[in-house]
């Protein structure tokens, strides 16, 4: 089993940066692909990022695409989503997924684990 607890969320202005940290429980963490959720207010769960659990592939939302960039450390057992040039409609809770050995989901509810979620606020 698999907990995720993420951080690094705040207010930041149109056109500034972020790093969200995700830290995962468990020693199997490097058997894990790992991925990004935003929730808007009034709005449904949208994929954000991915990265399969050897940290060889990425994927990306079209809207956060050179923007954002997802990355892992499996020896610290941590996921970030760095985030750059953001935009007011950034703005969101930010959820952290876990899915073992899993190939590309774009679901929330498709995942195992996901964790409280960071509040994100970009102000114009």
Same mark, same amino acid.
């Given at each position: 089993q698999v907990q995720v607890v993420e951080s690094g969320?705040?207010?930041? +202005? @149109?056109? =500034?940066?972020?790093?969200?940290?995700? *830290?995962?429980s468990g020693r199997t963490f490097s058997r894990y692909a790992m991925a990004?959720?935003? +929730? @808007?207010? =009034?709005?449904?769960?949208?994929?954000? *990022?991915?990265?399969?659990?050897?940290g060889d592939s990425e994927y990306y939302a079209d809207s956060v695409k050179g923007r954002f960039t997802i990355s892992r450390d499996n020896a610290e057992n941590t996921v970030y989503l760095q985030m750059n040039s953001l935009k007011p409609e950034d703005t969101a809770v930010y959820y952290c997924?876990?899915?073992?050995?899993?190939?590309?989901?774009?679901?929330?509810s498709d995942y195992a684990y996901w964790g409280q979620g960071t509040q994100v606020t970009v102000s114009s």
């Open positions: 969320g705040g207010l930041v +202005q @149109a056109g =500034g940066s972020l790093r969200l940290s995700c *830290a995962a990004w959720f935003r +929730q @808007a207010p =009034g709005k449904e769960h949208d994929f954000v *990022a991915f990265i399969t659990w050897s997924a876990a899915q073992a050995y899993g190939s590309i989901r774009y679901r929330l």
